[in-house]
């Protein structure tokens, strides 16, 4: 089995080279004449939009069509967190035996500003930064200190933002609350009083629970 990461960043003299090899199954050792026969299976990964690249003419089409025979779309990290917690658990294990350690722990707060991050270098990103903060901690457990303050800026601006945002529906469902008690539950002046259609006051009565 051979894995080819980054299939998309094959530059185009070369890939006439890769649809050969898998055509006809057969390679050239560097520094030789003769071919040698090599049937193995190929899986290929990439982060590039091939189809796009197919039409700007980076990438051959008849070599996707050959690559392309079983096709798996995963989610980039920031729509899957839910990963999160295993990744770094795996990694931590995985760096610390790498790196001579004992078992390192991560504390609540370190995990929830890695978890609210948006990590566009996926998991690649998130590896690299868990090895980053294998090696600098000091101690036992992983506080939110140690966590790279670009993903800790990153992390409670988010934290923060959502926050917000669930006080702006508070306040909301408040004002709703107060009109519908200053009107006697009248609907048509409530919505009057907030400056809003009646239809749209009941479409929110209905979300926030209000009856």
Not at 39 to 44: A, G, L, P
Not at 66 to 75: D, E, K, V
Not at 88 to 107: D, H, N, T
């Amino acid at each position: 089995m051979l894995f080819l990461d980054e299939i998309g960043d094959l530059p185009l003299s070369l890939q006439p080279k890769l649809l050969n090899a898998v055509e006809e199954k057969t390679v050239t050792p560097v520094g030789s004449t003769r071919s040698i026969k090599c049937d193995v299976k190929i899986i290929c990964a990439t982060n590039q939009d091939l189809p796009k690249m197919i039409k700007q003419g980076r990438f051959r089409q008849d070599l996707h069509y050959r690559l392309n025979t079983f096709h798996i779309q995963i989610p980039p990290l920031r729509e899957r967190k839910e990963d999160i917690p295993l990744l770094v658990e795996y990694f931590l294990e995985q760096f610390c035996q790498s790196f001579g350690r004992s078992p390192l722990a991560i504390e609540r707060e370190a995990m929830d500003l890695l978890q609210v991050y948006d990590w566009p270098g996926n998991v690649r990103e998130l590896r690299n930064t868990i090895e980053r903060l294998v090696l600098r901690c000091r101690g036992q457990r992983i506080s939110a200190q140690e966590v790279p303050p670009e993903i800790a800026r990153a992390g409670r601006k988010k934290a923060k933002d959502a926050v917000s945002e669930l006080d702006m529906v508070e306040h909301e469902k408040r004002l709703i609350v107060e009109a519908l008690n200053k009107t006697g539950g009248n609907q048509v002046r409530a919505a009057r009083l907030l400056g809003i259609t009646r239809n749209t006051l009941r479409y929110r009565m209905k979300k926030y629970g209000i009856k």
